[in-house]
């Protein structure tokens, strides 16, 4: 038996957490199966109750890599805000390991820290200590969730 999976992220606005984690990894929306227009439609189609529908907006609630490589991540609508620190998370790799002078790999995670802010996310902590060749940054996505990047 083959064993797929997905990471599912529990939040309270999917709407909001779609597009960022979609820019910061590189995935999209993810399309609703069958030619339907939207997720609330397929879900309709399928028999799903009403309502559980309710809550359900026409925005996508997963992301796809498009090139197929990364797993499927669906964002969980849940009612309650996050209120302790995960006990997983994300190291985005962006500096291109020890094989990438310093100067660059720093110059790397700094764009990607930028860029992510503008986005949203917010800066826990930058490690980048003169004498050693690691840069990293510690961030929470729009709902608070800890995430590196590295």
Same mark, same amino acid.
């Given at each position: 038996m083959d064993t797929t999976w997905q990471l599912t992220i529990d939040c309270t606005n999917p709407e909001r957490l779609v597009p &960022?984690? #979609?820019g910061a990894l590189g995935y999209i929306p993810e399309p609703p199966p069958g030619g339907r227009s939207t997720w609330r439609e397929y879900w309709a189609d399928m028999g799903v109750p009403e309502e559980e529908l !309710?809550?359900?907006g026409d925005t996508p609630e997963s992301i796809v890599d498009p090139k197929g490589k990364g797993p499927r991540m669906w964002f969980q609508h849940v009612p309650e805000p996050k209120t302790t620190k995960?006990?997983?998370? &994300?190291?985005?790799k962006v500096g291109?390991?020890?094989g990438v002078p310093p100067a660059a790999r720093? !110059?790397?995670? %700094? #764009? %990607?820290? !930028?860029?992510? %802010?503008?986005a949203g996310a917010t800066v826990v902590r930058i490690t980048d200590e003169p004498d050693s060749e690691h840069c990293s940054a510690l961030m929470?996505?729009?709902e608070g969730n800890e995430f590196c990047v590295v």
């Open positions: &960022f984690w #979609a !309710e809550d359900m995960n006990r997983l998370h &994300f190291d985005l291109g390991g020890r720093r !110059e790397r995670v %700094t #764009a %990607t820290v !930028e860029r992510l %802010t503008k929470r996505d729009p």
